[in-house]
C-alpha cells in the first residue's frame, strides 16, 4: 500500500512537469517532488529487503546537488531575462 502511495507521488511529480513547462519554479518543484516519491520508494525497499543504507545517503546527495544547479540555473536566469517564464527565450539570440 505505502509503495501504490510513493509511486503515486512520483507519478504525480512527472505529471505536473509535463503540464507546467510555463515556469522555471513550478518546473523545479515538480521534479523535486518526483525525486521525493522516487527516495521514499527506494527507502521503502532498501530498509525492508537489503537494509542498505550507503545508498540512500547517495542518493540524497544526488538530490541536493540537483536542486542546487536548478537554483543556479533560475537565478542566473532572472538575472539575464527578468523573470522565469520560458516562453520569453529565444534560442536564436545565442
Not at 44 to 70: K, T
Amino acid at each position: 500500500m505505502m509503495n501504490f502511495l510513493f509511486f503515486f507521488m512520483f507519478l504525480n511529480g512527472i505529471i505536473m512537469l509535463l503540464i507546467n513547462r510555463k515556469m522555471l519554479l513550478i518546473m523545479l518543484l515538480s521534479l523535486e517532488f518526483s525525486m521525493l516519491g522516487l527516495l521514499l520508494m527506494l527507502m521503502n525497499f532498501l530498509m525492508m529487503y537489503l537494509n542498505e543504507y550507503y545508498f540512500l545517503m547517495i542518493f540524497m546527495v544526488f538530490m541536493v546537488l540537483g536542486s542546487v544547479m536548478g537554483l543556479l540555473i533560475m537565478n542566473l536566469m532572472i538575472r539575464f531575462f527578468g523573470n522565469d517564464i520560458f516562453f520569453i527565450m529565444n534560442l536564436l539570440e545565442c
